[in-house]
């Protein structure tokens, strides 16, 4: 089972900071990885899937790169509206796997 | 638009069998490459995918909770049901279902059941 490990679990960063959240794959998944967005309380959202490509309505401040086993989602100005929780997806193969999160707090 | 809304009861007893249902719009689970899941969310912790049923009745599971779980469809309702046999404590958590086209991100999601395990 491929497994996946997102770094870092928690964040604090202020309004206008640039943020990068990782996540490592334990085998290759091409570009078969996706990126939610979840608020508490709420369902989670696809930002960005197939490791870069933006989901439509999302804004232009949040991209992912990646490919293999090593991605990222970087927010380019942080914004009030993304302190959230963010979780990264692998497709490639079931049993689908979640990192752990990395939840993004106001400093 | 896509939507999906699930449904099942709130509080189940240890050992009960859980049966949720998810009720979707704006696809059909009959069209090549379209695929309903389940995910569930412990309160604070992270996602944990479950069961995916394809269009064509093709179903995959998590290996953990495998012997436990059973996905179904019934494309002429436009519903997917999940049932779980067993139920504890633990399994106590918001179940969400999620419409996919392909491979990629389930998209959208349901606004998710939250499901005690209490007796």
């Known amino acids: 089972d491929i497994q996946m490990t997102q770094s870092p679990s928690s964040l604090s960063a202020s309004v206008g900071d640039r943020v990068t959240i990782t996540c490592r794959a334990s085998?290759?998944?091409?570009?078969?990885l996706n990126w939610y967005q979840q608020k508490p309380g709420k369902a989670p959202k696809v930002l960005i899937y197939?490791?870069?490509s933006l989901q439509s309505g999302v804004p232009s401040r949040f991209s992912g790169s990646g490919s293999g086993t090593d991605f990222t989602l970087t927010i380019s100005s942080l914004q009030p509206e993304d302190f959230a929780t963010y979780y990264c997806?692998?497709?490639?193969?079931?049993?689908?796997?979640f990192g752990q999160g990395t939840k993004l707090e106001i400093k | 638009q896509i939507t999906l809304k699930e449904s099942g009861p709130t509080l189940v007893k240890p050992t009960q069998t859980l049966t949720l249902t998810c009720t979707f719009s704006?696809?059909?689970?009959?069209?090549?490459?379209?695929?309903v899941g389940w995910i569930r969310q412990p309160p604070g912790k992270a996602l944990e995918w479950l069961a995916l049923?394809?269009?064509?009745?093709?179903?995959r599971y998590s290996p953990s909770l495998r012997t436990r779980l059973t996905i179904t469809k019934d494309t002429s309702k436009n519903q997917v049901v999940l049932t779980m046999t067993n139920m504890d404590p633990v399994d106590t958590g918001t179940y969400y279902c999620a419409h996919r086209s392909g491979q990629f991100a389930f998209d959208p999601w349901g606004q998710g059941t939250l499901v005690t395990v209490s007796s």
């Open positions: 049923i394809y269009w064509d009745d093709d179903n």
């Open positions: 085998q290759s998944i091409s570009r078969y």
């Open positions: 997806h692998q497709s490639y193969s079931t049993p689908y796997a």
């Open positions: 704006g696809f059909s689970l009959s069209t090549s490459g379209v695929s």
């Open positions: 197939a490791a870069s």
